[in-house]
């Protein structure tokens, strides 16, 4: 019921910026949670941030200060601001979202990799 498309992804030097983009179609009007999630290589996948529809927002201890996750409901649209990257940020970072009263996120996009070299 929802398409999840990431963006923004790239290579960048320790300490600098990237802004990713997660586009939704589809049923968009039944999300509710969207998340960023990641995953580098050989490592398990984890958690990253989280929007309500609300826009009440969930960090990852490991990217609080540094990353701002914003949705925008009317354009189907939530992003990642990453500043003050690292190379431990390196990553393919995935874009998620719940549909609404779900527990699970049941929609996910196929990834935009992030690699920041030190």
């Known amino acids: 019921q929802v398409h999840l498309v990431e963006s923004g992804g790239g290579l960048v030097q320790a300490g600098g910026s990237l802004r990713l983009s997660c586009v939704a179609s589809?049923?968009?009007?039944?999300?509710?949670?969207m998340a960023w999630f990641r995953q580098a290589p050989g490592k398990e996948r984890e958690f990253v941030a989280s929007?309500?529809?609300?826009?009440?927002?969930r960090y990852a201890d490991s990217v609080k200060g540094r990353f701002t996750i914003a949705r925008d409901n009317a354009k189907s649209t939530v992003s990642l601001q990453m500043t003050g990257l690292k190379p431990e940020d390196t990553a393919v970072y995935y874009c998620?979202?719940?549909?609404?009263?779900?527990?699970?996120?049941?929609?996910w996009g196929q990834g935009t990799q992030v690699t920041v070299s030190s």
């Open positions: 929007v309500w529809s609300g826009g009440l927002t």
């Open positions: 589809g049923r968009t009007g039944s999300t509710g949670t």
């Open positions: 998620a979202a719940k549909v609404i009263a779900s527990s699970d996120y049941r929609y």
